[in-house]
């Protein structure tokens, strides 16, 4: 995700667009042999200028934002959710269709200047071309305007790798779980936030030997049921399951938490129907405190308790996946 941050330029709307291809367009003289063959050769070379400037611009704008074309994966679900993919693909269209539309308008009105028979044609054809273009690129404000935004939106995301096998603490807020996630982190985890979530989300990476893990803990998303949560908390909920590689679930049975385990279940149980099909560990945290401790395994995030233990449990469900997925290759 990193490259195409950089490659987003600055989006301008439509009349700052403009403003800075006439200015550029302004400064232009070229001498001719007769003052009729400068005027002619200066409004060649200003059309020519506008024309280039605006369009090697919008398809830069173009080409700037990440191709999508996996539906269904975590960052084509994300950028869904965070502006809207179909409204994206669309404004996107919209700028590529106004550099077509510029191109030809400047092809066009080029030649009409070069067969222009008088400085008063000349002059008129150029006029036209000005008044032609500045319509077809005032077009897309809408466009450019909601792009600036995407952008915006897009630059400020936390970097997740997709690629890298990924671990997503699940459980009720206060229960341990960004404890446990700077536990097992081999650096220090970086805290950023989602526009759909109301707290930071906490990424953290584990190395095991050659292997780097991802892991991910997201409060606002995996803490509360189902039915509780808005459209843009499910839709996130869905784009974090793409991610998924292992959950790992954390219930704190001393309820010091502030839940009581009842609701806690409950939650697990959710988050189980959610997550069908992805491997998933149950710890009971904080076994330094009382508590109604069950035959789950058993962690202290806080005096690493247990941890070591369930980091190899983790390693073993992702040999476990590797080799499933070795099975399924063609021979």
């Given at each position: 995700m990193t490259d195409w941050k950089r490659k987003i330029p600055t989006i301008m709307t439509s009349q700052e667009l403009l403003d800075k291809a006439y200015a550029r367009a302004s400064k232009i003289t070229v001498n001719g042999a007769v003052p009729f063959d400068t005027v002619k050769k200066t409004n060649i070379a200003k059309i020519t200028a506008i024309?280039?400037?605006?369009?090697?611009?919008?398809?830069?704008?173009?080409?700037?934002?990440?191709?999508?074309?996996?539906?269904?994966?975590?960052?084509?679900?994300?950028?869904?959710?965070?502006?809207?993919?179909?409204?994206?693909?669309?404004s996107?269209?919209?700028?590529?269709?106004?550099?077509?539309?510029?191109?030809?308008?400047?092809?066009?009105?080029?030649?009409?200047?070069?067969?222009?028979?008088?400085?008063?044609?000349?002059?008129?054809?150029?006029?036209?071309?000005?008044?032609?273009?500045?319509?077809?690129?005032?077009?897309?404000?809408?466009?450019?305007?909601?792009?600036?935004?995407?952008?915006?939106?897009?630059?400020?995301?936390p970097t997740v790798d997709p690629d890298l096998e990924t671990i997503v603490i699940a459980g009720y807020p206060n229960v341990g779980k960004s404890k446990l996630v700077e536990k097992i982190s081999t650096a220090n985890p970086t805290v950023a936030s989602y526009p759909f979530t109301t707290k930071g989300i906490i990424i953290g990476h584990l190395t095991k030997g050659w292997r780097t893990y991802q892991i991910i803990d997201t409060p606002g998303l995996l803490d509360r049921e189902l039915e509780e949560r808005?459209?843009?908390?499910?839709?996130?909920?869905?784009?974090?399951?793409?991610?998924?590689?292992?959950?790992?679930?954390?219930i704190d049975p001393s309820e010091s938490c502030g839940y009581s385990t009842e609701k806690q279940i409950a939650l697990l149980n959710s988050v189980k129907n959610n997550f069908n099909g992805i491997p998933m560990i149950e710890v009971e945290n904080k076994c330094d405190l009382q508590g109604n401790f069950t035959d789950r395994r058993k962690?202290?995030?806080?005096?690493?308790?247990?941890?070591?233990?369930?980091?190899?449990?983790?390693?073993?469900?992702?040999?476990?996946?590797?080799?499933?997925?070795?099975?399924?290759?063609?021979?």
């Open positions: 024309g280039d400037m605006t369009i090697v611009t919008l398809l830069k704008y173009v080409r700037g934002f990440p191709k999508m074309e996996k539906e269904e994966d975590f960052f084509s679900q994300l950028v869904d959710v965070i502006i809207g993919q179909d409204k994206l693909k669309i996107l269209s919209n700028v590529s269709w106004c550099a077509e539309k510029c191109s030809e308008l400047q092809r066009k009105y080029l030649l009409k200047v070069r067969r222009a028979p008088n400085i008063d044609s000349v002059a008129k054809s150029t006029k036209e071309f000005y008044g032609r273009f500045s319509s077809v690129v005032k077009r897309i404000n809408e466009d450019l305007v909601f792009l600036q935004k995407a952008r915006d939106s897009l630059k400020v995301l808005n459209s843009i908390e499910l839709q996130a909920i869905l784009a974090l399951k793409y991610l998924a590689d292992v959950i790992v679930f954390v962690i202290s995030g806080e005096t690493g308790e247990g941890v070591d233990e369930m980091v190899d449990e983790i390693e073993k469900l992702f040999k476990a996946k590797r080799l499933e997925n070795m099975d399924k290759l063609p021979e």
